[in-house]
C-alpha cells in the first residue's frame, strides 16, 4: 500500500489527488495525508500544482457536478486528516459520477458527505442568522464566527439580495473581509479591526426588533429547548434580538 | 401611538398564524433595489417557543368590524385597538430586510371598516414596496373575504403568496360562530387566485416576462375543535382544495378558547393531538400518494389517537407487508411506517451499488425502529417474520417504535385565525 504526503493547503491537496489519479493503477488502495516532517512519517511527496488542482475540480464538475459541489462544500470546513476519505471519495466520483452521494455504506464516501453536509448546513444557516448593523457612513457591517470557511459562498448570496447597499462582511477569528460596493465584491484580510461609529438610528432599528422578537413568541410556549437545537448559542452573540438577555 | 407601541401589538395578534414559510418562489432582485427570494425559503431567527422567525408577520390593524365567536379582535372583546400606516409597515420591512433580519413581509388584518376599505391599504402597501422601493423580497398577503376580485387581482401580482382563511370546515359552522363571512366570499378568491396562478404559468411557458401571479402558491388556515366535523370531512375538504383548487398548502389550528361563548365547546385542553394527527394525514395525502378515503371512511372517521395515520393504516393492511427493501419501488417503501422520503430516497440511492443488508440500513442512516416490523431486508429480518397485527400493535404501543407524547412540531403550536 502506497503513502502520499502533500504540503496541507487546498491546492496541494487537489493536486495530490489528480496526480494519484492518474499514476496509481487503484488509488482506492493508497493513502493521502499531511507533510508534518516527522521522524517517523513515510510517503513520497507530491508537489503543488494549483493549476492542475483547479483542473480536477472542473473536470469532476462536468462530470459529476453534484459530486464536486460535495468536494466543494468539504473544503469549507477546512477538515483535517480526511485526505485519505477525500482521495476515495473523488476517485469513486469519477467511476460512479453523481450516484456516488447515494452510496452511503462505503465509509469514506459516508464521511466525506457528512462533513460536506455540514458547512452546506452552516452556510444555509449563515444566509439567516447573520446580522447587518448600520454605520454612520451609510455601510453596512456584519460580523461573524462560523466553524466553517463560508466566507465566500456567503458574500455571493448577498450579493444577489443586497444589491443596493454598501456592506461588508467580516470573519472575525479568520480575520477575512468582503466588500460589496457599487456591484463589485472583493476579499481581503484585516489585521487591525477597529469597530466604527454606528449610525444615529441603528439603535432604534435593533430596538424594534428585539420588541418584535419578544411578542411574536406565543407566552404559554416557551421552548428554550427547541430554540437552541435550531439556533445554536454559538451563533448568539452577534444576534441583535439575543443581546441584553 | 409609537411605532414600538403598534408594532407589539399587532405583531402580538399576528402571532397565531400558522404559516411562516418563505420558500416556493425565486425572483432574482432588482439591480437598483433591495431583495430577492430563494426557493427553499431562509430561517432568519428561532422565537423563544421554538419556532423559525422568517418574515415580519403583522397585522395591518386589529381594529374589526365582525364579531368571530372565535378571535380575540372580535368587535365586542375589549381589546387595546391599533393600526399602522402604510408608510409604518414599508419602512419597518425595509430595515428589517437591510439587516438581514427577515425574508420579507407578511401582512394581515382585521376588518376596518369594509373589506374592500381594507384590502386596498394592505395592497398599496405591497404595491409602494414593489414599485416605488424596488423590494423583491418575499411577500405573503391574506386576502379579507368579500373584497373585490380586482383587488385579489392586483395582492397577487404583488405577492409572493396569498391566502383566504377558510377559518371553518363547513357552511353551518361559519355561520354559526362567524356570522358576518360567507362561504362564497372564501371560496370565490380561492377559486379566482387557483385560476390566475395556472394561468399565469401558462403564458409564462410562452413569454418568460409574462407577470407573475403569487409564485409562490396559495394556502389556507381552518380551526379544529370548535365545531362539530370530524377527521374524515376535514380530509377530504383539505383533499379538494389540493386538488381542485391548487393549494400549496392546508394549515390546520386547534383551537384554543379565548372567551367564553355558549356557541363554542367547552374544552379542558386544545386538541394538539388532532392537530398534530390531521397534520400527519395532510403529508400523507400531498407526499405520500394516499387518499383521504384510505385513512379514514365513514364508519372510522376519526383518526388514531395512539398510532400515526400511516402506521394506522399499515395495521389494517397486512397483506401489503413485509416489503422487500432491495427491491420495493419508491411509492411502496413510502408506505412502511417509520419510512419518510428521504430514508426511501437513500435506499433507493444505496442499492444501486450493494444490496442493503440490516447493518446497511443503519449506516445510512434509515431509522429502523418503527420500520422493522414492516420490511424485510435482503430475505432477512430483524424481527420475527408472520407477526399477526395485533402482536406488532401491542409492540408498537409498548415503546418500541411507538410515539409516546405529541411532539412539539414547530408549526403546530397554533390558536386560532385571530383575524380575517
Ligand atoms: S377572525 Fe378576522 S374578521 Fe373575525 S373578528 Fe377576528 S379579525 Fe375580525
Redesign the interface.
Known amino acids: 500500500m502506497n503513502s502520499y504526503l502533500y504540503d496541507g493547503t487546498a491546492d496541494g491537496l487537489l493536486s495530490a489527488i489528480s496526480w494519484i489519479l492518474e499514476e496509481e493503477a487503484d488509488p482506492e488502495k493508497v493513502t493521502l495525508s499531511e507533510r508534518k516532517d516527522t521522524l517517523f512519517e513515510e510517503g513520497f511527496t507530491i508537489s503543488t500544482d494549483a493549476p492542475r488542482a483547479e483542473s480536477l475540480f472542473f473536470r469532476l464538475k462536468q462530470h459529476a457536478p453534484d459530486a464536486a459541489h460535495t468536494l466543494y462544500s468539504f473544503m469549507l470546513a477546512e477538515k483535517g486528516e480526511m485526505e485519505t476519505s477525500l482521495l476515495h471519495y473523488v476517485s469513486l466520483a469519477f467511476r460512479?459520477g453523481d450516484?456516488v452521494?447515494?452510496?452511503?455504506?462505503?465509509p469514506a464516501i459516508?464521511d466525506i458527505v457528512n462533513v460536506a453536509k455540514k458547512a452546506g448546513r452552516e452556510l444555509?444557516r449563515m444566509?439567516?442568522?447573520?446580522?447587518?448593523?448600520?454605520l454612520q457612513d451609510g455601510a453596512?457591517l456584519?460580523k461573524m464566527e462560523p466553524d466553517c470557511n463560508i466566507i465566500h459562498p456567503l458574500a455571493y448570496h448577498?450579493s444577489?439580495?443586497?444589491?443596493?447597499?454598501h456592506w461588508f462582511l467580516y470573519d472575525v477569528k479568520r480575520r477575512t473581509a468582503a466588500r460589496w460596493n457599487n456591484?463589485s465584491l472583493q476579499f481581503g484580510t484585516i489585521e487591525q479591526f477597529t469597530t466604527p461609529a454606528l449610525s444615529e438610528d441603528e439603535k432604534k432599528?435593533q430596538?424594534?426588533?428585539q420588541?418584535?422578537?419578544?411578542?411574536?413568541?406565543?407566552p404559554d410556549?416557551?421552548?428554550?429547548?427547541?430554540?437552541k437545537s435550531?439556533?445554536p448559542m454559538k451563533y448568539w452573540k452577534y444576534?441583535?434580538?439575543k443581546q441584553g438577555e | 401611538m409609537d411605532t414600538k407601541a403598534k408594532l407589539q401589538i399587532l405583531s402580538g395578534a399576528a402571532r397565531y398564524d400558522a404559516s411562516c414559510a418563505s420558500s416556493g418562489s425565486r425572483r432574482e432582485g432588482p439591480s437598483s433595489g433591495t431583495g430577492n427570494t430563494s426557493t427553499s425559503g431562509i430561517c432568519h431567527s428561532w422565537a423563544d417557543d421554538g419556532r423559525c422567525i422568517s418574515l415580519l408577520k403583522i397585522l395591518l390593524s386589529n381594529d374589526c368590524i365582525y364579531d368571530c365567536a372565535y378571535c380575540v379582535n372580535r368587535s365586542t372583546n375589549p381589546v387595546e385597538r391599533a393600526s399602522f400606516t402604510a408608510r409604518e409597515v414599508i419602512d419597518l420591512t425595509l430595515e428589517f430586510y437591510r439587516r438581514n433580519y427577515i425574508e420579507g413581509l407578511f401582512l394581515s388584518s382585521a376588518v376596518m371598516q369594509s373589506p374592500d376599505h381594507t384590502m386596498e391599504r394592505m395592497v398599496r402597501v405591497a404595491e409602494t414596496l414593489r414599485t416605488e422601493e424596488q423590494f423583491g423580497g418575499y411577500i405573503h398577503m391574506k386576502i379579507i373575504p368579500g373584497c373585490s376580485s380586482e383587488l385579489v387581482r392586483k395582492a397577487g401580482l404583488y405577492a409572493d403568496r396569498i391566502s383566504v382563511n377558510i377559518e371553518l370546515p363547513s357552511q353551518a359552522s361559519l355561520q354559526r360562530l362567524a356570522p358576518q363571512k360567507h362561504k362564497h366570499a372564501i371560496l370565490e378568491p380561492m377559486a379566482l387566485i387557483g385560476r390566475e396562478i395556472a394561468t399565469s404559468l401558462v403564458e409564462r411557458k410562452v413569454c418568460r416576462h409574462a407577470p407573475r401571479f403569487a409564485p409562490a402558491g396559495q394556502s389556507t388556515q381552518m380551526i379544529i375543535g370548535a365545531s362539530p366535523e370530524n377527521d374524515f370531512q376535514i380530509l377530504r375538504l383539505s383533499q379538494g382544495l389540493y386538488k381542485k383548487m391548487n393549494l400549496k398548502r392546508v394549515y390546520y389550528s386547534a383551537y384554543v378558547p379565548v372567551t367564553a361563548d355558549n356557541r363554542l365547546p367547552a374544552l379542558a385542553a386544545p386538541p394538539l393531538r388532532r392537530e398534530h394527527r390531521l397534520y400527519q394525514a395532510d403529508w400523507l395525502l400531498r407526499f405520500y400518494g394516499f387518499s383521504a378515503e384510505e385513512i379514514l371512511s365513514d364508519e372510522a372517521p376519526h383518526l388514531d389517537e395512539s398510532f400515526d395515520p400511516k402506521t394506522a393504516w399499515a395495521l389494517r393492511h397486512p397483506e401489503f407487508f413485509p416489503v422487500e427493501v432491495n427491491r420495493a419501488d419508491y411509492a411502496t417503501l413510502l408506505r412502511v411506517p417509520g419510512i419518510g422520503v428521504v430514508s426511501a430516497k437513500r435506499i433507493v440511492a444505496a442499492r444501486r451499488f450493494s444490496p442493503i443488508t440490516p447493518e446497511g440500513l443503519k449506516k445510512i442512516g434509515v431509522v429502523i425502529k418503527r420500520a422493522k416490523y414492516f420490511i424485510i431486508c435482503s430475505g432477512r429480518s430483524s424481527e420475527k417474520p408472520d407477526q399477526s397485527p395485533t402482536v406488532i400493535r401491542q409492540r408498537l404501543l409498548l415503546g418500541a417504535g411507538g410515539e409516546t407524547a405529541v411532539s412539539a412540531h414547530p408549526e403546530q403550536l397554533v390558536l386560532p385565525g385571530l383575524f380575517a
Open positions: 460512479h450516484q452521494k447515494g452510496y452511503l455504506t462505503h459516508r444555509h444566509k439567516g442568522l447573520l446580522r447587518f448593523e448600520k453596512y456584519a448577498f444577489r439580495r443586497l444589491r443596493a447597499q456591484g432599528v430596538a424594534l426588533w420588541a418584535f422578537f419578544k411578542t411574536i413568541s406565543i410556549r416557551k421552548n428554550p429547548r427547541l430554540q435550531n439556533m444576534l441583535v434580538e
